[in-house]
């Protein structure tokens, strides 16, 4: 009788499933064709993806509609984000040094800065600097991630220092550091090339240069937030000369702030371009605008919606880049977590001594624990992998580790 039963119950479950399931696919039938009919675009974008082939700048444009419907455009991006790194999430155990706020620029969309004689105004001794060091070995430690102002009295030799005495103390730390604006201003102080400051600084100990500073790459758009620092031209010419002398760099983008979807794309396309003339970036991150504490303060944080779509449209238009990174410090921890699903493989790191965002009113925590890290990533249903600054698996032991084999990724 007990077997009667159950035969009854799975039968009457198997028809009551598959009549729900017949219900559902019947659903996704009325939708697909509900989405053709509207978005009649999107079909051929979803066949371009499918056979690898490279979306154009009129595709990207449409794709920040707000009609055409996100998860669609997150479902692609996740195809080629697996086809490029399967089921891997990076991560990296790095820390922030921020030498000083002070800055002779003033970005609109900036909460860091400070102005000379500012009660908040710092610099960071070389001891304390030395002490960073010390304290990012001790934590374990593959990475210093080193960006900051633009210091009125400091001379190149200043920021040159930063770099030799972190490097001669602890030589596996890997310095990624200035961004192109601090690159830009210490060629203006030297009255050199950017060949010859960047061969300096190599020489000193740098490993990589950090992706800021791109903010927004178009004029219109640049010539408001960021009027007197080193434009887009000047940008890509620092990043093509460390790509041509071996050096490898990240790039980003600064977005919900004045700027339109146009501006992103072209801002897009402008890196996807230079990526195909030297191949030097590893991987790009969409950094959200933080308006707190801003001249911007009027403006809204951009949304989990918004920040997903760019997430998911920066990895579709830039299919020579091999890595997204979700920033998770400005994303928020929830938002960068869906992001592995919306073509992110990265969530950065461990970051301690974060000032940039923290300043701007980001609500994250200060410093995330590894464990936190692969909890996030495993419940995202993806494997953590630890990597360096140049992709490379780490082999670990504790606070003690190598840099194993690179990371492979495919190319389409
Ligand atoms: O260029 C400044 C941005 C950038 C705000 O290479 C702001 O892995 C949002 O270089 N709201 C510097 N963003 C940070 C940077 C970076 C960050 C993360 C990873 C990497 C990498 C590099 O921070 C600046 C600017 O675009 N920024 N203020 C703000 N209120
Ligand atoms: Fe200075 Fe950089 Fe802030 Fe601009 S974003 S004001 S260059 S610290």
């Known amino acids: 009788a007990f077997f009667n039963i159950n035969v009854v119950i799975s039968i009457g479950l198997a028809s009551c499933y598959s009549g729900l399931f017949d219900e559902l696919s019947r659903e996704h039938g009325r939708r697909r064709t509900m989405i053709q009919a509207t978005h ?32 669609d455009i997150g479902a692609l991006a996740n195809v080629v984000r697996e086809r490029k790194n399967g089921n891997h999430a990076y991560y990296n155990i790095n820390t922030h040094l921020n030498p000083t ?14 102005d000379l004689r500012e009660d908040r105004a710092y610099v960071i001794p070389d001891e304390q600097i030395l002490e960073r060091g010390r304290e990012a070995v001790e934590n374990g430690c593959t990475e210093m991630h080193i960006v900051g102002g633009l210091h ?10 930063v770099i030799r005495i972190l490097h001669e103390a602890y030589p596996d730390l890997h310095l990624k550091a200035w961004t192109p604006v601090e690159i830009n201003w210490f060629r203006e102080l030297t009255k050199s090339s950017y060949r010859e400051v960047l061969e300096q600084l190599v020489e000193a100990g740098l490993g990589s240069l950090p992706g800021g500073g791109a903010e927004i790459f178009h004029p219109e758009v640049r010539d ?19 790509h041509q002398m071996g050096l490898r760099s990240n790039a980003t983008m600064l977005y919900g702030h004045i700027e339109e979807p146009w ?22 991150i969409p950094l959200a605008f933080h308006p707190e504490n801003t001249n ?17 449209i920066s990895r579709l238009m830039l299919d020579n880049f091999d890595h997204i990174k979700a920033y998770w410090i400005m994303l928020g921890i929830g938002t960068a977590q869906l992001a592995l699903s919306y073509g992110a493989d990265d969530l950065d790191g461990t ?8 300043d701007a009113g980001a609500k994250t925590p200060e410093v995330m624990s590894v464990e936190d890290i ?39």
């Open 152 to 161: 009125h009295l400091k001379k190149f030799d200043w920021y040159l220092n």
């Open 101 to 114: 706020n002070v800055c002779i620029y003033r970005c609109t969309f900036c909460a860091f800065r400070a």
């Open 263 to 284: 501006h992103r794309i072209d801002h897009l396309v402008r890196l996807r371009e230079l990526q195909d003339e030297t191949g030097g970036f590893q991987t790009f």
């Open 374 to 412: 692969c909890r996030l990533i495993v419940e995202a249903g993806r494997d953590p992998v630890e990597r360096d600054t140049l992709y490379h698996r780490v082999v670990r032991d504790g606070q003690k580790w190598q840099s194993g084999d690179p990371i492979v990724t495919t190319t389409t």
């Open 40 to 71: 009649p675009k999107l079909d051929s974008i979803r066949d371009k993806v499918l056979a690898g082939e490279r979306l154009s700048y009129d595709e990207g444009v449409y794709l920040y509609q707000p009609e055409v419907p996100l998860n």
């Open 224 to 242: 408001k937030i960021c009027e007197h620092k080193a434009d887009a031209e000047e940008w890509f010419d620092i990043h093509r000369t460390a």
């Open 351 to 358: 970051v301690r001594h974060e000032l940039i965002y923290h």
């Open 296 to 312: 911007l303060d009027h403006i809204k944080k951009p949304s989990s919606a918004l920040d997903l779509r760019t997430m998911a």
